[in-house]
């Protein structure tokens, strides 16, 4: 499906919000100004959201707009990957989630996954690198990357955590409902082609 006018409203706001980080002249600040305006409009028409919300959403970064970073775990066992059930749509993912400043993508995946799941585990390998713009996920209002992080468990148990409510390992031929937003079945498909080639070369974009 060809989400062009989202793609559109991301390009502006990406350009208004360089423009407002590092323009000095008040004028071409109040055409950056209007340009992150248009592109918050362009979401409401097309969505349906209210401006107050869309504008919290799409229009408070500050600085240069850089794409976002998404940290998801895999985790074997018995040629089965780890997935969790998430609360927001009652569907499934592999543990993960935006990375935290301050931490690294390995201290941020042990993290998710221990919340997530309540394994503890230690990364062993980046198996891809992948821009979320490039694969079949649905519509989003910021550009993310996605770093999927082979790891493996050395201790802890099954236990839900705050953003999840099932913990289960699945076979690559009977996956459960997937939350899209975070993990396509191709994607998911990729990550089990590791398991049968441990030396497979990272993947990215």
Not at 177 to 195: A, P, W, Y
């Amino acid at each position: 499906m060809n989400y062009k006018w989202l793609e559109w409203a991301k390009k502006i706001q990406a350009l208004s919000q360089a423009g407002l980080t590092f323009s000095k002249d008040v004028y071409d600040i109040e055409r950056y100004e209007e340009l992150r305006n248009l592109s918050a409009e362009i979401m409401r028409e097309y969505t349906g959201l209210e401006m107050k919300k869309i504008k919290n959403l799409f229009t408070n970064e500050t600085g240069y707009q850089t794409p976002k970073t998404d940290v998801r775990g895999v985790v074997f066992d018995n040629n089965k990957i780890l997935m969790v059930r998430e609360k927001i749509d009652d569907r499934w993912s592999l543990p993960g989630g935006f990375c935290d400043i301050g931490l690294s993508p390995s201290e941020n995946i042990v993290k998710e996954i221990k919340e997530e799941s309540g394994y503890d585990v230690v990364p062993k390998k980046l198996l891809a690198l992948l821009d979320m713009n490039k694969h079949p996920h649905p519509p989003q209002p910021y550009h993310y990357y996605k770093l999927f992080i082979q790891c493996e468990v050395i201790g802890g148990q099954a236990r839900n955590g705050l953003e999840t409510k099932g913990i289960n390992f699945y076979d690559e031929d009977d996956l459960p409902v997937l939350s899209l937003g975070r993990n396509t079945d191709t994607q998911i498909k990729m990550l089990f082609e590791f398991l049968r080639n441990p030396n497979k070369d990272t993947i990215f974009d």
